[in-house]
């Protein structure tokens, strides 16, 4: 059989990429906190299946007991979904209290981003409408404007 063909291929495949490709939409909670793969499973996919075995049943997962370690034998496991939830990491000091809710600091500015964006369209709005002569003018432009919002 060759690798790809494997039913755990894929799953070494996204582990090594989740660790090393700065382009994996998971990078930054993987290897950009520094978690590696152990050397014997990174260069070789044989020994990563020699070592976990095939999952026990299906919707499994690996999982790092320790998840400040990295993808190794004495680290890993076959988990369900439940059992991977329980071993999350907490969540970090960067969340703060804004108006009694826990939102990160990324989510505010985005939500600021989004709140300048609807001031300006309907600022844009405003003066389409005070410059519109008739009723059917106004309709025809907030046709337009509809067709040109983002």
Known sequence: MKNKEHPLYQTWASMKGRCY???ASNFGNYGGRGI????RWRNDFWAFVADMGEKPARGM???RMDGNKGYEPSNCR???ASEQNLNRRK???TEKAIRGRITSANTRRGAQR?????ALMREKAKARWANAATRKEQSQ???QWHEERP
């Open 21 to 23: 490709n700065p382009k």
């Open 36 to 39: 590696t793969v152990c050397e």
């Open 61 to 63: 997962s690996i999982d």
């Open 78 to 80: 076959w988990a369900t």
């Open 91 to 93: 969540p970090t000091i």
């Open 114 to 118: 989004s709140d300048e964006t609807r």
């Open 141 to 143: 432009r907030m046709t």
